[in-house]
Every structure is written in structure tokens, then in C-alpha cells.
């Protein structure tokens, strides 16, 4: 069984540009959410999506968006690149919105930002 | 707010040592809690979680976490480490509410193991 993919690996941007991260969760799966890990802060709770539909938001400015297709696959997007946005960025997938329910990870897309 | 708390930032460690990492985390209602373990280069696996019933739980590779709800304390252990357990490790906490979920991590710890 495939695990969860994370497209791309590694984005290098300039300040003031936007970047699309994509993330295609386990076959079956229907829960993605989104996390950034950094040195500083370590791993936060950016947003979470279920059958299209953004549940829970972490907090962190309106730059960052995402959304949801009706095959699960799930996209975020950062607009209006700042230093700080540079990190690893982590996609999870788990089958459904329930309490017992374990989330896997993808390795992540790292982004630089210069 | 909901936190979870890793007392050790840096442990290192000699083979066959045994290890234990702290985890506390505040939040008052039930919470499913989980270990992870991020191996250099490579993504978050799972170690172990613990949803219900028996507090002891049994992870991969020989790991296993003690739920203590009065502490609300998910401590990691392991009798003897090996070297590959080099790598660092995060405890989280799943606050599951409203129909969403949400993991809340620590810090992490960084284990060093040397042969």
C-alpha cells in the first residue's frame, strides 16, 4: 500500500511569491492535515480537511490556504512568501474524522524561502 | 491553551542503556496520545499510541509508553537502546472535538546513541 506522497520535495522562493504544495493521501484515506515543522517552533498544526471541507485551522495568517479535491488529494497554498514561511512542510493522512484514528505522514516538501 | 510538554530536549546515550522520555501535556478532556519517532532523513513513523484500555502500551522495536491519566504523563521507555535509535522524537496528543482532529506536539527530543 502506498503511503502518503508529497509533491514537491524540495521549492526554493523569492520573498513575495506563492507556492502550491500538494499532498495525495493513502489510497482510502478521506482526513488530511497539514503541519509545519520548524527548528524554532517545532511542528504546528496548520489545518485539517475532510471530505473537502476545511475542519479545524491552526494558527497562522490567512496567507496560508488550502483545499481539498472530491478524490482526497489536498493542496496548500502560501501566498505573499516571507523568510519565516521556509520549513519543512508535512502532509498526514488518516482514513476518517474520528477520534481513533492514527495519522500517517508524508516525508514532506521542504521550502526555502530567500 | 493545550500544550504538551517534552522535558528532555538532548539525551545521549550509550548502547544498551535504557531510556525514558518525559511527555506531560495539559488538557482536561480525553485525548488519544501518540509517539513518533523521525529517523535522520526520513519522515514521522509511528511508535505507539494509546486510545483506550490498558495504559502500558507496546510499540515497534522493542518501545513502550506508561498512560498515566492523574500525571497526565505518556512517558516513553525502552530496556536497552541500540544504536539506531538514533533520532529524534516526538510525543503528541490528538484533541479530538468537534469532529475534527488536531495533533498538538512537543518539542521533540534528540537521542544520540553511541555504539
Known amino acids: 500500500k502506498a503511503g502518503v506522497t508529497q509533491t514537491p520535495r524540495y521549492l526554493i522562493k523569492t520573498r513575495g511569491q506563492q507556492v502550491t504544495l500538494s499532498c495525495s493521501p493513502i489510497?482510502?484515506?478521506?482526513?488530511v492535515s497539514w503541519y509545519q515543522q520548524t527548528p524554532g517552533q517545532g511542528l504546528q498544526f496548520l489545518f485539517e480537511?475532510?471530505?473537502?471541507?476545511?475542519?479545524n485551522k491552526g494558527n497562522f495568517p490567512g496567507r496560508f490556504s488550502g483545499r481539498q479535491f472530491s478524490n482526497s488529494r489536498s493542496e496548500m497554498n502560501v501566498s505573499t512568501l516571507e523568510l519565516g514561511d521556509s520549513a519543512l512542510y508535512l502532509c498526514?493522512?488518516?482514513?476518517?474524522?474520528?477520534?481513533?484514528?492514527?495519522?500517517?505522514f508524508g516525508p514532506g516538501t521542504r521550502l526555502t524561502v530567500l | 491553551a493545550q500544550s504538551v510538554s517534552q522535558h528532555n530536549h538532548h539525551v545521549i546515550l550509550s548502547e544498551a542503556a535504557s531510556l525514558e522520555l518525559g511527555c506531560n501535556y495539559s488538557?482536561?478532556?480525553?485525548?488519544?496520545l501518540f509517539w513518533y519517532v523521525q529517523y535522520p532523513g526520513q519522515h514521522l513513523q509511528l511508535l505507539l499510541k494509546?486510545?483506550?484500555?490498558?495504559?502500558l502500551v507496546k510499540g515497534i522495536k522493542g518501545f513502550e509508553a506508561e498512560f498515566i491519566k492523574s500525571k497526565f504523563s505518556f512517558n516513553l521507555r525502552k530496556p536497552s537502546v541500540q544504536w539506531s535509535d538514533t533520532a529524534e522524537y516526538f510525543c503528541?496528543?490528538?484533541?479530538?472535538?468537534?469532529?475534527?482532529?488536531?495533533?498538538?506536539f512537543g518539542a521533540g527530543t534528540r537521542l544520540a546513541v553511541h555504539p
Open positions: 494509546y486510545f483506550s484500555g490498558d495504559p
Open positions: 489510497s482510502g484515506h478521506r482526513s
Open positions: 488538557y482536561g478532556g480525553t485525548v488519544n
Open positions: 498526514a493522512s488518516s482514513r476518517a474524522a474520528s477520534r481513533n484514528n492514527e495519522q500517517f
Open positions: 480537511y475532510f471530505s473537502e471541507t476545511q475542519r
Open positions: 503528541a496528543v490528538n484533541l479530538f472535538s468537534g469532529g475534527y482532529n488536531k495533533l498538538i
